[in-house]
């Protein structure tokens, strides 16, 4: 695929949302997007993927699970020793 045809396929769609922090509003940008996880639209800034933070957990421990597993197996060895000493 060449580079103008890719550019054309990202047709985008863009929003600007004034949203209200504590002290000031901000105006930021907004695009649509399809969260990779759920699969369903959302608005979110340009460096967002997820539609929410479970997705993005969600997301998270996909890509390192086999740590997460390690980790849960190395603490729960770990809570057998500390029984058994007792
Ligand atoms: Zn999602």
């Known amino acids: 695929m060449s580079y103008y045809a890719s550019m054309a396929k990202e047709k985008v769609r863009i929003v600007e949302r004034e949203v209200q922090r504590t002290s ?48 849960r197996r190395e603490s729960y060895r770990r809570q057998k020793e500390e029984a058994g000493k007792r």
């Open 24 to 71: 000031f509003v901000r105006r930021v940008k907004q695009l649509e997007k399809r969260c990779p996880v759920c699969g369903s639209t959302f608005w979110g800034a340009k460096i967002s993927r997820y539609c929410s933070r479970a997705c993005q957990n969600k997301a998270n421990y996909e890509r390192h699970e086999e740590e997460y597993r390690q980790i």
